[in-house]
């Protein structure tokens, strides 16, 4: 999972392997609210690799330096279902060698309670935060985030904020399931009320048709990390 910079705006994203593994294209998930169009893909540095082990977020800031890649092109992108597919113009070189491209499954997972997500994501342009969801099918809905289209899950450890957007959420397997879309709750600036608040997700199983042709093009609903 990384952190990418557009103009000044920064959001979170993941890299997602295709079922073809005679090549590693370097496909990239993020939100459509954060990348919409193709002149805005061709704009996108991404930073792999931020992390830091100081208290305060800026210490470590790598937005001074060019990104690990520069430039993307729009592969498909949908603003009803808020998901954008690019391919990065270069398949990533970060500082540690090692680069992870996330597996998927296209079964829907919104109705199943409880079921456990993790993620990573870069709140605010911070250094990569990790948090747990558990799929909460009680949880109340917003009126245009309908439960099926969006996955509904409640904190059980950490938190997303402004810049998680586009983050991808997994399952156990790290099979991408969805990617952070935003909160829903009745006070989403009061953390005493967090209990009351859910954490949304794009469900990846809604917008998997409009990039099956790129990850899967034989067919098929799933791929392993």
């Known amino acids: 999972v990384i952190d990418v910079l557009h103009g000044s705006s920064r959001f979170s994203g993941g890299l997602i392997a295709d079922m073809e593994t005679s090549t590693t294209v370097p496909y990239f998930l993020t939100a459509n609210h954060c990348i919409g169009s193709a002149r805005e893909a061709e704009s996108v540095e ?25 430039g993307a092109t729009l592969k498909n992108a949908s603003s009803s279902d808020d998901h954008s597919l690019l391919q990065l113009s270069a398949n990533p070189d970060s500082a540690d060698g090692v680069e992870t491209y996330l597996g998927w499954t296209s079964t829907a ?14 709140p ?10 558990n799929v909460d099918t009680g949880a109340g809905t917003c009126g245009t985030l309908p439960r099926g289209r969006y996955i509904y899950s409640t904190d059980n450890l950490g938190a997303t904020e402004g810049g998680s957007s586009g983050s991808p959420v997994v399952n156990g397997a790290l099979q991408i399931v969805g990617q952070h879309y935003g909160a829903c709750g009745p006070s989403l600036n009061d953390v005493s009320d967090a209990a009351n608040e859910a954490t949304v997700d794009r469900a990846f199983a ?5 990039m099956a ?13």
């Open 213 to 225: 042709p790129f990850l899967n093009p034989g067919g098929g609903g799933s791929c392993s990390p």
């Open 124 to 133: 605010s342009g911070a250094p990569q935060a990790y948090s747990a969801q």
């Open 46 to 70: 991404t930073y792999f690799d931020y992390e830091t082990t100081c208290s305060s977020p800026n210490c470590t800031q790598p937005y001074d330096n060019t990104g690990d890649t520069v």
């Open 206 to 210: 809604n917008a998997y048709a409009g």
């Open 109 to 122: 997972v919104a109705n199943t309670n409880n079921l456990a997500l993790y993620r990573i994501s870069h």
